[in-house]
Protein backbone atom coordinates (compact mmCIF):
# COMPACT_ATOMS: atom_id res chain seq x y z
CA UNK A 1 0.00 0.00 0.00
CA UNK A 2 2.71 2.30 1.12
CA UNK A 3 4.69 1.85 -1.94
CA UNK A 4 1.53 2.24 -4.29
CA UNK A 5 1.30 5.77 -2.43
CA UNK A 6 5.07 6.27 -2.69
CA UNK A 7 4.95 5.69 -6.35
CA UNK A 8 2.22 7.55 -7.04
CA UNK A 9 3.62 10.82 -5.21
CA UNK A 10 6.98 9.59 -7.17
CA UNK A 11 4.78 10.50 -10.90
CA UNK A 12 3.02 13.33 -9.65
CA UNK A 13 5.70 15.13 -8.60
CA UNK A 14 7.30 13.86 -12.14
CA UNK A 15 4.17 14.90 -14.44
CA UNK A 16 4.31 18.47 -12.13
CA UNK A 17 7.70 18.60 -13.13
CA UNK A 18 7.04 17.93 -17.02
CA UNK A 19 4.46 20.29 -16.67
CA UNK A 20 6.52 23.56 -15.27
CA UNK A 21 9.15 22.43 -17.83
CA UNK A 22 6.35 22.79 -20.50
CA UNK A 23 4.60 25.82 -19.62
CA UNK A 24 1.70 27.52 -21.50
CA UNK A 25 3.11 29.35 -24.55
CA UNK A 26 3.94 33.40 -24.07
CA UNK A 27 2.66 33.32 -27.74
CA UNK A 28 1.26 30.41 -30.74
CA UNK A 29 0.08 31.22 -33.87
CA UNK A 30 0.17 30.00 -37.78
CA UNK A 31 2.08 30.98 -40.72
CA UNK A 32 2.78 30.96 -44.05
CA UNK A 33 5.51 30.24 -45.40
CA UNK A 34 7.33 29.51 -49.12
CA UNK A 35 6.74 26.04 -48.10
CA UNK A 36 3.70 25.66 -46.47
CA UNK A 37 1.74 26.50 -43.55
CA UNK A 38 3.85 26.55 -40.03
CA UNK A 39 3.04 26.77 -36.11
CA UNK A 40 5.26 28.81 -34.36
CA UNK A 41 5.44 29.19 -30.72
CA UNK A 42 6.92 30.70 -28.15
CA UNK A 43 8.34 28.95 -24.94
CA UNK A 44 10.09 29.63 -21.36
CA UNK A 45 10.88 26.16 -20.74
CA UNK A 46 14.15 24.22 -21.63
CA UNK A 47 11.72 22.22 -24.06
CA UNK A 48 9.55 23.11 -27.37
CA UNK A 49 6.00 21.33 -26.68
CA UNK A 50 4.14 19.48 -29.28
CA UNK A 51 2.28 20.47 -31.98
CA UNK A 52 -0.94 18.24 -31.81
CA UNK A 53 -2.40 17.72 -35.26
CA UNK A 54 -5.61 15.42 -35.51
CA UNK A 55 -4.91 13.24 -32.14
CA UNK A 56 -1.02 13.01 -32.89
CA UNK A 57 1.65 14.41 -31.36
CA UNK A 58 4.71 16.12 -33.61
CA UNK A 59 7.79 17.24 -32.23
CA UNK A 60 8.49 20.98 -32.61
CA UNK A 61 11.97 22.20 -33.31
CA UNK A 62 13.94 25.06 -31.68
CA UNK A 63 14.24 27.92 -33.88
CA UNK A 64 15.59 30.04 -31.75
CA UNK A 65 17.08 29.70 -28.30
CA UNK A 66 17.05 32.18 -25.50
CA UNK A 67 19.70 35.47 -25.20
CA UNK A 68 19.36 38.25 -22.92
CA UNK A 69 16.84 40.09 -24.99
CA UNK A 70 14.97 37.31 -25.75
CA UNK A 71 14.91 35.32 -22.58
CA UNK A 72 12.89 32.25 -23.87
CA UNK A 73 12.91 30.16 -26.98
CA UNK A 74 10.77 29.92 -30.48
CA UNK A 75 9.83 26.65 -31.56
CA UNK A 76 8.20 25.68 -34.79
CA UNK A 77 6.63 22.64 -36.92
CA UNK A 78 5.01 22.61 -40.04
CA UNK A 79 1.29 22.39 -40.33
CA UNK A 80 0.29 19.00 -42.54
CA UNK A 81 -1.75 20.42 -45.47
CA UNK A 82 -4.53 17.60 -44.57
CA UNK A 83 -5.06 18.45 -41.55
CA UNK A 84 -8.06 18.89 -39.81
CA UNK A 85 -7.31 20.26 -36.02
CA UNK A 86 -3.80 21.41 -34.58
CA UNK A 87 -3.08 22.85 -30.99
CA UNK A 88 0.24 23.21 -28.76
CA UNK A 89 -0.35 22.63 -25.18
CA UNK A 90 -4.07 22.77 -25.72
CA UNK A 91 -4.04 25.77 -27.48
CA UNK A 92 -5.69 25.87 -30.63
CA UNK A 93 -4.43 26.98 -34.16
CA UNK A 94 -5.98 27.79 -36.78
CA UNK A 95 -5.44 25.94 -39.95
CA UNK A 96 -5.12 27.56 -43.85
CA UNK A 97 -7.23 26.74 -46.63
CA UNK A 98 -6.49 26.18 -49.92
CA UNK A 99 -8.40 28.65 -51.31
CA UNK A 100 -9.33 31.16 -49.15
CA UNK A 101 -12.69 33.00 -49.31
CA UNK A 102 -12.10 36.24 -46.77
CA UNK A 103 -8.73 37.93 -46.59
CA UNK A 104 -7.75 40.61 -43.65
CA UNK A 105 -5.45 43.32 -44.72
CA UNK A 106 -3.37 45.85 -42.36
CA UNK A 107 -0.10 47.03 -41.60
CA UNK A 108 2.04 49.68 -39.55
CA UNK A 109 0.23 48.41 -36.29
CA UNK A 110 3.00 49.17 -33.56
CA UNK A 111 3.02 52.63 -31.12
CA UNK A 112 5.24 55.33 -31.91
CA UNK A 113 8.20 56.09 -29.11
CA UNK A 114 11.16 57.61 -30.64
CA UNK A 115 12.73 60.08 -28.95
CA UNK A 116 10.38 63.16 -28.73
CA UNK A 117 7.70 61.75 -31.12
CA UNK A 118 5.60 59.85 -28.40
CA UNK A 119 2.40 58.31 -29.27
CA UNK A 120 -0.20 57.50 -26.36
CA UNK A 121 0.00 53.70 -26.33
CA UNK A 122 -1.81 53.59 -22.91
CA UNK A 123 -4.69 54.57 -24.74
CA UNK A 124 -6.30 51.24 -26.14
CA UNK A 125 -9.71 53.53 -27.94
CA UNK A 126 -8.00 57.13 -29.87
CA UNK A 127 -3.75 56.91 -28.69
CA UNK A 128 -2.92 53.33 -30.14
CA UNK A 129 -5.96 51.18 -31.61
CA UNK A 130 -4.39 48.43 -32.68
CA UNK A 131 -5.92 45.92 -30.53
CA UNK A 132 -9.16 47.54 -31.14
CA UNK A 133 -8.63 47.00 -34.83
CA UNK A 134 -7.40 43.43 -34.44
CA UNK A 135 -10.61 42.52 -32.47
CA UNK A 136 -12.58 43.90 -35.07
CA UNK A 137 -10.63 42.21 -37.88
CA UNK A 138 -11.10 39.20 -36.10
CA UNK A 139 -14.69 39.06 -35.52
CA UNK A 140 -14.76 38.72 -39.00
CA UNK A 141 -13.34 35.17 -39.06
CA UNK A 142 -11.14 35.65 -42.26
CA UNK A 143 -9.83 32.59 -43.47
CA UNK A 144 -6.13 34.47 -43.92
CA UNK A 145 -4.77 37.65 -42.75
CA UNK A 146 -1.87 39.64 -44.33
CA UNK A 147 0.38 42.01 -42.25
CA UNK A 148 2.26 44.73 -44.39
CA UNK A 149 4.84 45.08 -42.17
CA UNK A 150 6.15 47.94 -39.45
CA UNK A 151 4.96 46.39 -36.12
CA UNK A 152 7.98 47.49 -34.09
CA UNK A 153 7.85 50.85 -32.91
CA UNK A 154 8.97 51.29 -29.27
CA UNK A 155 12.64 52.43 -30.15
CA UNK A 156 13.35 54.80 -27.53
CA UNK A 157 12.77 54.99 -23.98
CA UNK A 158 9.10 56.91 -22.24
CA UNK A 159 9.72 60.41 -20.88
CA UNK A 160 9.98 60.40 -17.33
CA UNK A 161 6.40 61.70 -16.19
CA UNK A 162 4.87 60.92 -19.50
CA UNK A 163 1.48 59.33 -18.91
CA UNK A 164 1.13 58.16 -22.36
CA UNK A 165 3.20 55.64 -22.34
CA UNK A 166 4.72 55.18 -19.03
CA UNK A 167 5.86 51.22 -18.42
CA UNK A 168 6.40 50.97 -22.04
CA UNK A 169 9.22 48.00 -22.77
CA UNK A 170 11.22 49.68 -25.46
CA UNK A 171 14.33 48.25 -27.66
CA UNK A 172 14.21 44.96 -29.92
CA UNK A 173 13.61 43.11 -27.26
CA UNK A 174 10.85 40.18 -26.15
CA UNK A 175 8.48 42.32 -23.90
CA UNK A 176 8.54 44.92 -27.16
CA UNK A 177 7.14 42.67 -29.88
CA UNK A 178 5.09 41.41 -27.13
CA UNK A 179 3.13 44.49 -26.35
CA UNK A 180 3.68 45.51 -30.06
CA UNK A 181 2.25 42.94 -31.80
CA UNK A 182 1.60 39.30 -29.74
CA UNK A 183 -0.79 41.02 -26.75
CA UNK A 184 -3.15 43.37 -28.94
CA UNK A 185 -3.22 40.95 -32.03
CA UNK A 186 -4.04 37.59 -30.01
CA UNK A 187 -7.68 37.20 -31.01
CA UNK A 188 -6.63 37.70 -34.77
CA UNK A 189 -3.65 35.84 -34.49
CA UNK A 190 -6.19 32.70 -33.18
CA UNK A 191 -8.37 33.33 -35.87
CA UNK A 192 -6.66 32.98 -39.03
CA UNK A 193 -3.32 32.04 -40.16
CA UNK A 194 -1.23 34.60 -41.50
CA UNK A 195 1.32 36.32 -43.83
CA UNK A 196 3.56 38.65 -42.77
CA UNK A 197 5.92 40.91 -44.46
CA UNK A 198 9.14 43.04 -43.06
CA UNK A 199 8.80 46.58 -42.93
CA UNK A 200 10.96 49.29 -42.75
CA UNK A 201 11.07 49.19 -38.72
CA UNK A 202 12.43 45.72 -39.21
CA UNK A 203 16.06 46.68 -40.99
CA UNK A 204 18.84 45.82 -39.12
CA UNK A 205 18.91 49.43 -37.84
CA UNK A 206 15.55 48.70 -35.91
CA UNK A 207 13.65 45.58 -34.83
CA UNK A 208 16.22 43.43 -37.47
CA UNK A 209 16.83 40.65 -34.66
CA UNK A 210 13.03 39.92 -33.62
CA UNK A 211 11.97 40.37 -37.08
CA UNK A 212 14.54 36.80 -37.96
CA UNK A 213 13.53 35.89 -34.57
CA UNK A 214 10.23 35.49 -35.02
CA UNK A 215 8.20 36.39 -38.10
CA UNK A 216 10.60 35.77 -40.77
CA UNK A 217 9.47 33.20 -43.00
CA UNK A 218 13.18 31.65 -43.51
CA UNK A 219 13.61 28.44 -42.21
CA UNK A 220 17.29 29.80 -40.58
CA UNK A 221 17.10 32.62 -38.63
CA UNK A 222 19.15 35.06 -39.87
CA UNK A 223 21.64 37.31 -38.34
CA UNK A 224 22.03 41.18 -39.64
CA UNK A 225 23.04 42.50 -42.06
CA UNK A 226 20.80 40.23 -43.79
CA UNK A 227 17.34 40.28 -46.24
CA UNK A 228 14.27 37.88 -46.58
CA UNK A 229 14.25 35.54 -49.16
CA UNK A 230 10.68 36.07 -51.73
CA UNK A 231 8.36 33.51 -51.07
CA UNK A 232 4.90 32.77 -52.84
CA UNK A 233 1.86 31.64 -51.56
CA UNK A 234 -0.98 30.07 -53.59
CA UNK A 235 -4.50 31.14 -52.54
CA UNK A 236 -6.09 29.95 -55.57
CA UNK A 237 -5.97 31.97 -58.84
CA UNK A 238 -3.77 34.05 -57.47
CA UNK A 239 -0.44 33.79 -55.22
CA UNK A 240 1.16 35.69 -53.01
CA UNK A 241 4.29 37.16 -53.82
CA UNK A 242 6.03 38.34 -50.35
CA UNK A 243 9.02 40.69 -51.33
CA UNK A 244 11.44 42.64 -48.42
CA UNK A 245 11.51 46.10 -49.07
CA UNK A 246 12.51 47.15 -45.72
CA UNK A 247 15.55 48.64 -46.36
CA UNK A 248 15.38 50.44 -50.17
CA UNK A 249 16.18 53.98 -49.75
CA UNK A 250 13.41 56.20 -50.35
CA UNK A 251 14.79 59.25 -51.68
CA UNK A 252 18.08 58.80 -53.72
CA UNK A 253 19.36 56.66 -56.37
CA UNK A 254 21.61 54.00 -54.94
CA UNK A 255 22.38 51.11 -57.68
CA UNK A 256 22.86 48.78 -55.12
CA UNK A 257 19.21 48.79 -53.15
CA UNK A 258 17.26 49.14 -56.78
CA UNK A 259 19.70 45.50 -57.70
CA UNK A 260 18.76 43.54 -54.42
CA UNK A 261 15.07 44.75 -55.19
CA UNK A 262 15.09 43.40 -58.96
CA UNK A 263 16.61 40.04 -57.08
CA UNK A 264 13.93 40.01 -54.68
CA UNK A 265 11.27 40.16 -57.94
CA UNK A 266 12.66 37.49 -60.18
CA UNK A 267 11.57 34.61 -58.22
CA UNK A 268 7.60 36.23 -58.84
CA UNK A 269 8.26 33.84 -62.14
CA UNK A 270 7.97 30.64 -60.95
CA UNK A 271 4.16 31.70 -60.27
CA UNK A 272 1.36 29.64 -62.23
CA UNK A 273 -1.16 32.31 -60.93
CA UNK A 274 -1.60 36.23 -61.38
CA UNK A 275 1.08 37.32 -58.38
CA UNK A 276 -0.08 39.69 -56.00
CA UNK A 277 3.11 41.73 -54.64
CA UNK A 278 2.76 41.39 -50.61
CA UNK A 279 5.27 44.28 -49.11
CA UNK A 280 5.89 47.23 -47.05
CA UNK A 281 6.56 49.70 -49.54
CA UNK A 282 4.58 50.93 -52.16
CA UNK A 283 5.98 51.01 -55.68
CA UNK A 284 3.94 54.63 -56.02
CA UNK A 285 3.30 56.66 -53.10
CA UNK A 286 0.88 58.76 -54.05
CA UNK A 287 0.82 62.17 -51.28
CA UNK A 288 -2.10 64.38 -50.47
CA UNK A 289 -2.28 67.97 -50.09
CA UNK A 290 -5.71 69.43 -48.54
CA UNK A 291 -8.02 67.53 -50.91
CA UNK A 292 -5.73 66.95 -53.64
CA UNK A 293 -3.65 63.35 -54.12
CA UNK A 294 0.05 63.66 -56.15
CA UNK A 295 2.86 62.05 -57.16
CA UNK A 296 5.30 62.30 -54.37
CA UNK A 297 8.02 60.41 -56.45
CA UNK A 298 9.48 58.65 -53.80
CA UNK A 299 10.84 55.19 -53.90
CA UNK A 300 13.00 55.82 -56.83
CA UNK A 301 15.30 52.89 -56.67
CA UNK A 302 11.70 50.08 -56.65
CA UNK A 303 10.14 52.61 -59.43
CA UNK A 304 13.55 52.75 -61.64
CA UNK A 305 13.71 48.99 -61.71
CA UNK A 306 9.36 48.56 -62.70
CA UNK A 307 10.13 51.42 -64.92
CA UNK A 308 13.10 49.31 -67.04
CA UNK A 309 11.45 45.99 -66.36
CA UNK A 310 8.13 46.44 -65.49
CA UNK A 311 5.91 43.61 -63.65
CA UNK A 312 4.93 40.72 -65.89
CA UNK A 313 2.34 39.00 -64.23
CA UNK A 314 1.62 41.25 -61.10
CA UNK A 315 -2.00 42.09 -60.73
CA UNK A 316 -1.87 44.02 -57.49
CA UNK A 317 0.62 45.54 -54.83
CA UNK A 318 -0.68 45.53 -51.67
CA UNK A 319 1.34 47.53 -49.42
CA UNK A 320 1.30 49.97 -46.24
CA UNK A 321 4.80 52.59 -45.03
CA UNK A 322 2.39 55.08 -45.73
CA UNK A 323 -0.08 55.81 -42.56
CA UNK A 324 -2.65 55.69 -44.61
CA UNK A 325 -5.91 53.84 -47.05
CA UNK A 326 -5.15 54.73 -50.30
CA UNK A 327 -6.03 52.68 -53.93
CA UNK A 328 -4.41 53.32 -57.12
CA UNK A 329 -6.03 52.07 -60.09
CA UNK A 330 -4.09 49.94 -62.92
CA UNK A 331 -2.16 52.14 -65.58
CA UNK A 332 -0.62 51.18 -68.57
CA UNK A 333 1.85 48.64 -67.47
CA UNK A 334 1.02 49.00 -64.25
CA UNK A 335 -0.86 46.92 -61.80
CA UNK A 336 -3.27 48.26 -59.26
CA UNK A 337 -1.79 49.06 -56.19
CA UNK A 338 -3.30 48.71 -52.12
CA UNK A 339 -1.81 50.63 -49.46
CA UNK A 340 -3.40 49.56 -45.92
CA UNK A 341 -0.94 51.39 -43.44
CA UNK A 342 -3.70 52.08 -40.78
CA UNK A 343 -3.42 49.69 -38.01
CA UNK A 344 -2.56 51.68 -35.34
CA UNK A 345 0.46 54.37 -35.80
CA UNK A 346 0.28 57.55 -35.87
CA UNK A 347 -1.91 58.04 -39.23
CA UNK A 348 0.04 60.63 -41.84
CA UNK A 349 -2.19 63.31 -40.90
CA UNK A 350 -5.03 63.74 -38.35
CA UNK A 351 -6.81 66.27 -40.53
CA UNK A 352 -7.39 64.09 -43.62
CA UNK A 353 -10.24 61.49 -42.60
CA UNK A 354 -12.22 62.93 -45.62
CA UNK A 355 -11.99 60.89 -48.90
CA UNK A 356 -10.34 62.51 -51.79
CA UNK A 357 -10.44 61.54 -55.02
CA UNK A 358 -7.86 62.53 -58.36
CA UNK A 359 -6.50 60.97 -61.50
CA UNK A 360 -2.63 60.85 -61.32
CA UNK A 361 -0.10 60.52 -63.75
CA UNK A 362 2.25 58.07 -62.75
CA UNK A 363 6.35 57.78 -64.90
CA UNK A 364 4.68 58.74 -68.27
CA UNK A 365 1.48 56.08 -68.22
CA UNK A 366 -1.83 56.91 -68.61
CA UNK A 367 -4.00 58.82 -64.93
CA UNK A 368 -4.71 56.42 -63.06
CA UNK A 369 -7.47 57.07 -60.43
CA UNK A 370 -6.35 57.36 -56.82
CA UNK A 371 -8.13 57.27 -53.95
CA UNK A 372 -7.86 57.48 -49.93
CA UNK A 373 -8.07 58.47 -46.37
CA UNK A 374 -6.38 59.00 -43.16
CA UNK A 375 -8.55 56.50 -40.88
CA UNK A 376 -7.57 54.13 -38.33
CA UNK A 377 -8.96 50.40 -39.64
CA UNK A 378 -8.66 47.46 -41.32
CA UNK A 379 -9.65 46.01 -45.50
CA UNK A 380 -11.56 43.34 -46.14
CA UNK A 381 -11.03 41.28 -49.17
CA UNK A 382 -14.09 38.67 -50.17
CA UNK A 383 -13.66 36.35 -53.18
CA UNK A 384 -16.53 36.83 -55.99
CA UNK A 385 -16.26 34.16 -58.46
CA UNK A 386 -13.02 35.47 -60.36
CA UNK A 387 -13.34 39.24 -58.91
CA UNK A 388 -12.52 40.37 -55.28
CA UNK A 389 -14.47 42.66 -53.57
CA UNK A 390 -13.38 45.05 -50.61
CA UNK A 391 -14.94 47.38 -47.55
CA UNK A 392 -12.56 49.41 -45.21
CA UNK A 393 -13.56 49.34 -41.66
CA UNK A 394 -12.82 52.09 -39.54
CA UNK A 395 -12.58 52.41 -35.52
CA UNK A 396 -16.66 52.34 -35.28
CA UNK A 397 -16.77 48.88 -37.22
CA UNK A 398 -18.11 50.81 -40.33
CA UNK A 399 -17.87 50.61 -43.85
CA UNK A 400 -16.33 53.73 -44.94
CA UNK A 401 -15.29 52.82 -48.86
CA UNK A 402 -15.71 49.41 -50.97
CA UNK A 403 -13.24 48.25 -53.68
CA UNK A 404 -13.49 45.84 -56.24
CA UNK A 405 -11.08 44.35 -57.88
CA UNK A 406 -11.61 42.65 -61.31
CA UNK A 407 -9.51 41.77 -64.44
CA UNK A 408 -6.37 43.53 -63.09
CA UNK A 409 -8.72 46.49 -62.54
CA UNK A 410 -9.02 48.09 -59.26
CA UNK A 411 -12.08 50.60 -58.48
CA UNK A 412 -12.78 52.28 -54.56
CA UNK A 413 -15.33 54.48 -53.57
CA UNK A 414 -17.23 55.77 -50.93
CA UNK A 415 -19.65 53.71 -48.80
Not at 69 to 84: G, L, S, T, W, Y
Not at 292 to 316: C, M, Q, T, Y
Request: net charge neutral.
Amino acid sequence: MWRTLAGAAVLAVAMLAGAAARAAPLAAWVQMTGTGAQARAVVEGPRCPSLRVDGRARRMRLRAGADEAFANRICEAAVPKRAHRASVDGRSLPLPTPRPMRLVILGDSGCRLKDKVVQDCNDPVAGWPFAKVAHLAAAQKPDLVIHVGDYYYRETPCPDGDNRCDGSPYGDRWGSWKTELFDPAQSLLAAAPWVFARGNHEDCNRGGKGWFRLLDADAAVRTCPAGSETFLVPIGGASLGVVDTADPDDSKAQPANAAAFARNLAPLSAARDPVWIVTHRPVWEIYRQGDKLFDSGANINERSVVKDRGLPGVALVLAGHMHTFLSVDAAGDHPAELVVGTGGDLLDSDKARSIAAADVALDGAPAAKAFGMDRFGYFVFDRKGEAWEGAFHDLSDKVVARCKLAAGRLTCEAA
